[in-house]
C-alpha cells in the first residue's frame, strides 16, 4: 500500500492503519530499535509504542515520508527506553559505542557552563551530512542514526572493518571542525 | 549538558533524503538475527497495545497504586539535600543542609520513577476571574525547557516538535494545558491569591513536599478517600513579624492509580475550603503520552507553598 493510503486510514481512524504499517515499516521501525535497545522485546515495544504515537500524531500530521517520519519516533523511544533502563553502565548493544565515538566530536576546552542550542546543532549536523560524497553519507548515517555495527557498514561496502573505521573518524573530526566553524562551540 | 547523547540528539537533523539512502543501502530486512514476530502476531500485539494504551490514557497510566502520605516534621529529618539550581552551579548542584526540623508537615508520595506527563485546564464553569491570572507555566513551556532526565530551563533542549510528537499533542493544545497556574488580586502582593499545581510521579518520586516552612503549624481539615483519589485538606500556619500567622489552605486530590497530584491553595484572607473544593471540580486533567523520568539531583525535599516561584 503506497504511504499516502497508510495516511489517509490513519485520518479516517481506521485500525487497518496499524496492520499496514506494520506491514510495510514493521521490519525497518524494529531494526532502528533493535540496534539501539540490543533487546528484542524493547524493541518490540518500541515499534508497538510506534504505532500508538503514530496513531496519535495523525491527524493533524500528514508526514511527507512515512517512513522517516515513522523511524524518528522509533529511534527517539528507543534512545529514552535505553536510556531510562541506564543500560550504557551496564554495556551491549552499539549504542554506548557509537556515544564514546561521538564524545570525539566534542572539543576537549569546551565550555561546559554554556548553554547550547540543540536546534543548531541539529540544524548543522543536517547540513554537514548533506554535504559529504554519498559514500560517506551513507556510512555517518548508518553508523550514527542507525546505530549499525561497524562490521556490518563493512561489509556492505566490501571495505576492511579498519578502513571504515578510519573513514568514521575522519568524519567525526570533519563534524567537530564544522562545528568549530559555524561558531557552535 | 554536551556530551554523546547531545549529538545523538543532535543527528535528528539529518535530512530525509539521507536516511532515505542510507535505508535502501542497510537493505535492512537482511537482519537474520533478530527474532522478528510473525506479521499475524505483530498486527494482534500492536492493536491490543493500541487498545491497552487507549484504555490507560482513559483510566489511569499504570496498575500500579501509588499512595499520599502526611507527617508531622521532627528533628530527626534535620539534615536534608537541598538542590540550589542557580547559573553557576546548575551542572555540579550545591548542597546545603537545612534544618526542617519544625515545619508543619512533610507529604510523602510513592510513586514510580518513570510516568506520564500531566497538564490540566480550567474548564467552563469555574468562577475564577481571568483579570486574576498573574502567572502561567503552559505544557510548551515546559517541553521547550525539558532534556531527557529533567525539566531545567537552563539546560540544553530538545526539540519541542520532538516532544510534542512523543505527547501526541500539537503545539496549540500544548499552550492550552498547563502544568501550574498563579492567580493574584493585587500585583503588589507579597502571595499570589490562589495557585493551582499538577504534580505528576516522577515529579513526586522520592521528593516528599514540605509546607509551613521554616516554622509552622499544621492543621489536618479533612482527609478521606473518594474512589480512587485520596483527598487531603489542611491548614497551614506560619508565624510573621506582625504576630498575625500567614494562613495558607490547601486542598490535595492524589489520584493513586494515575500516579498524579492536584493541589489546590489559597489565601486564607481571601478563600475558604468550599470555595477550592468548587474550583477543583472545574479542573480537568490530561495525561499526554511524554514519558519520563526526572533526575533530582540528591534532593529529596521540596519546600511547596502558596508563592510565585
Known amino acids: 500500500m503506497e504511504d499516502a493510503a497508510i495516511v489517509d486510514l490513519y485520518w479516517q481512524r481506521s485500525d487497518q492503519a496499524i496492520s499496514e504499517t506494520d506491514k510495510k515499516y514493521g521490519r525497518y521501525c524494529h531494526t532502528i530499535a ?23 500524531a495523525m491527524p493533524t500530521n500528514r508526514p511527507s515520508v512515512l517512513a522517516t517520519f515513522l523511524g524518528r519516533i522509533t529511534r527517539n523511544l528507543a534512545i529514552s527506553l535505553f536510556r531510562s533502563k541506564n543500560r550504557v553502565k551496564r554495556g551491549g548493544g552499539e549504542l554506548p559505542l557509537a556515544l564514546d565515538e561521538l564524545n570525539d566530536c566534542i572539543p576537549s576546552d569546551l565550555d561546559v557552563a554554556h548553554s547550547y542550542e540543540i536546534k543548531e546543532f541539529q540544524q548543522a549536523v543536517g547540513s554537514f551530512v548533506a554535504s559529504l560524497p554519498e559514500t560517506d553519507q551513507k556510512i555517518f548515517v548508518a553508523r550514527y542514526w542507525y546505530m549499525t555495527p561497524v562490521k556490518d557498514i563493512a561489509r556492505r561496502l566490501s571495505f576492511t572493518e579498519s578502513k571504515t573505521k578510519s573513514i568514521l573518524f575522519r568524519l567525526r573530526n570533519q563534524l567537530r571542525d564544522r562545528l568549530k566553524e559555524e561558531g557552535l562551540w | 549538558m554536551v556530551d554523546g547523547w547531545f549529538l545523538l540528539d543532535a543527528m535528528d537533523g539529518i535530512h530525509e533524503e539521507q536516511l532515505m539512502l542510507t535505508k535502501e543501502f542497510l537493505d535492512l530486512s537482511d537482519y537474520a538475527h533478530q527474532k522478528r514476530r510473525s506479521p499475524r502476531k505483530v498486527w494482534v500485539t500492536a492493536l491490543i497495545a493500541a487498545i491497552l494504551a487507549l484504555l490507560l490514557a482513559a483510566c489511569g497510566y499504570a496498575v500500579y497504586r501509588a499512595t499520599m502520605a502526611h507527617r508531622e516534621l521532627t528533628l530527626a529529618d534535620e539534615k536534608v539535600y537541598f538542590f540550589d539550581g542557580d547559573e553557576d552551579t546548575l551542572n555540579e548542584g550545591l548542597h546545603i543542609d537545612l534544618n526542617f526540623g519544625t515545619c508543619a508537615m512533610a507529604l510523602h508520595f510513592d510513586t514510580e520513577e518513570t510516568g506520564c506527563l500531566y497538564g490540566f485546564r480550567i474548564t467552563d464553569g469555574a468562577s475564577l476571574d ?29 526539540p519541542l516538535e520532538q516532544c510534542l510528537r512523543e505527547a501526541g ?11 501550574a497556574l498563579i492567580y493574584s488580586g493585587d500585583p503588589a502582593a507579597e502571595r499570589p491569591a490562589l495557585r493551582i499545581d499538577v504534580l505528576d510521579g516522577p515529579r513526586l518520586h522520592g521528593v516528599d513536599l514540605i509546607l ?27 508565624p510573621t513579624n506582625t504576630g498575625e500567622p500567614q494562613k495558607t489552605l490547601f486542598l490535595f486530590r492524589f489520584d493513586t492509580k ?20 468548587a474550583i477543583a471540580e472545574h479542573i480537568e486533567l490530561r495525561e499526554t503520552g511524554f514519558v519520563y523520568s526526572l533526575d533530582h539531583s540528591g534532593q529529596n525535599w521540596s519546600i511547596f507553598g502558596l508563592a510565585f516561584g
Open chain 2, 212 to 238: 509551613g516552612w521554616p516554622e509552622g503549624k499544621a492543621t489536618v481539615v479533612k482527609e478521606e478517600a473518594q474512589g480512587d483519589v485520596q483527598i487531603l485538606e489542611t491548614l497551614i500556619e506560619v
Open chain 2, 130 to 158: 481571568p483579570a486574576w491570572l498573574c502567572r502561567e507555566a503552559t505544557l510548551k513551556e515546559l517541553f521547550e525547557s525539558y532534556e531527557p532526565g529533567g525539566f531545567r530551563p537552563e539546560a540544553q533542549q530538545r
Open chain 1, 34 to 56: 533493535y540496534q539501539i535497545c540490543n533487546d528484542n522485546e524493547d524493541a518490540e515495544e518500541c515499534v508497538n509504542d510506534t504505532w500508538f504515537r503514530a496513531w496519535n
Open chain 2, 258 to 277: 494515575r500516579q498524579v497530584l492536584l493541589s489546590v491553595a489559597g489565601a486564607d484572607e481571601l478563600l475558604d475550603f468550599p470555595a477550592l473544593e
Open chain 2, 169 to 179: 499533542m500539537t503545539e496549540a493544545e500544548a499552550e492550552e494545558w498547563y502544568s
